[in-house]
């Protein structure tokens, strides 16, 4: 038997690892390859030939990676180049593999990951080398074209929902209580965000407005519902994505832009200050508080989802039994089978089909107002929030693996 290989590409989530482990635990079981090793910080650097073999760790070591949050392979946002510019990196790559009797390489990561799972996977069916390429979704932002959701996202959900109510009361403490802005992680979608509807208090919705990128952000729009709401209640609470759009298509932060990562993503962050200040400008108050939750989002282990750490570890076992079949160039897919209770299974969709596109928050899902969601919305998103995981520890806090420290 030969070997296999996987690695992570991309921002972490707080179950990426369990995906790793489902693969290396179905491996034992079925017997595939002989060894599954991993590359640390993705194709980057096996491309500097920083490898390890997973089969050689404990069980404990295994089972405490499983529940460590974030990329305990490392990560990388390495671009390689279009096919028709160079082939180097490619051979380069293929060559490493080869090397190491790979037959095998798995990518956990999201659109941009599957981008490269297409090309690989071309490349080596062009050039007549039999090495299967399989994807492994992964991404906090569930903008994944054709599944119904991707391993990260639930947890990133409950995290947000739970922060949700909890500063919803740390701000409802006075009398006279001021607005309240909290800002999510979501550059071209609001699902992120669309998380905040989860929360509830004596089963009504604490967030008074949820602002989407997916509709047109107007300013004075805006103003006038806050004031009117302020005046109604004396408190606010507004949820906002980071990538909310102005008409002409015009990221409300991008003026607080100050970067772009290797694919030209800006780097944004800061609309819930921008908001903070818009509102006090106004004159509606000055008691405004805006909390922006950041990398919590993504590395949050301690408010996980137990079924999205399960579905996780289930995408990476779909992955080992895939390639034992002889699929390449696929990604697994999550397909929801019911509700109540809720259940789910997983498909075979081509990664090219998934690279540079981008799965969008259904207006639909957005009431008319554009500044809240629908019952539809919470439908969709109540089953994939559930009980914390048991978190590996034998101490006050939670002992962690990672591979690439």
Request: charged residues 20%; aromatic residues 10%; negative net charge.
């Amino acid at each position: 038997m030969a070997n296999c290989i996987i690695a992570q590409s991309g921002g972490p989530t707080s179950v990426i690892n369990s995906s790793v482990v489902g693969l290396l635990e179905a491996n034992n079981k079925l017997g595939v390859f002989n060894n599954v090793y991993a590359g640390l910080n993705g194709i980057e650097g096996i491309l500097n030939g920083n490898i390890i073999n997973l089969s050689s760790f404990s069980q404990t070591e295994i089972n405490n990676f499983r529940y460590t949050p974030s990329s305990g392979l490392g990560s990388c946002r390495y671009k390689m180049k279009k096919l028709e510019e160079s082939t180097d990196e490619y051979d380069r790559l293929l060559e490493i593999l080869k090397a190491n009797d790979i037959k095998a390489f798995f990518y956990v990561g999201g659109n941009d990951s599957m981008d490269t799972i297409a090309k690989l996977s071309y490349y080596a069916e062009k050039t007549n080398i039999d090495i299967k390429f399989i994807g492994i979704p992964k991404t906090i932002d569930n903008d994944l074209m054709y599944t119904d959701h991707t391993p990260g996202f639930g947890s990133a959900a409950k995290f947000i929902a739970t922060t949700v109510l909890e500063t919803y009361l740390d701000s409802s403490v006075y009398i006279n209580n001021g607005i309240f802005i909290l800002e999510t992680m979501g550059r071209d979608t609001g699902w992120l965000a669309s998380a905040a509807s989860l929360a509830k208090m004596n089963g009504k919705q604490v967030a008074d407005f949820i602002y989407l990128p997916e509709v047109a952000f107007d300013v004075d729009k805006f103003l006038m519902d806050v004031k009117a709401k302020f005046e109604e209640q004396n408190q606010v609470y507004i949820v906002v994505s980071e990538g909310i759009r102005t008409a002409e298509g015009k990221f409300v932060a991008e003026s607080n832009a100050q970067a772009h990562d290797k694919f030209g993503h800006a780097q944004l962050g800061g609309v819930g200050l921008f908001l903070k200040n818009l509102i006090i400008s106004s004159g509606i108050t000055k008691r405004v508080k805006s909390l922006e939750l950041g990398v919590l989002q993504r590395c949050a282990m301690h408010c996980a989802s137990n079924i999205d750490l399960e579905e996780a570890y289930e995408v990476g076992a779909e992955a080992l039994k895939q390639a034992s079949l002889g699929k390449c160039g696929y990604m697994i897919g999550i397909k929801r089978e019911s509700n109540t209770p809720y259940t789910s299974s997983y498909f075979l969709v081509e990664a090219n089909k998934i690279a540079n596109n981008v799965k969008y928050f259904p207006t639909e899902w957005i009431n008319e107002e554009g500044n809240n969601l629908t019952p539809e919305a919470v439908e969709y998103l109540e089953p994939l929030v559930s009980v914390v995981p048991t978190v590996v520890s034998t101490s006050k806090l939670p002992e962690f693996k990672v591979f690439n420290k």
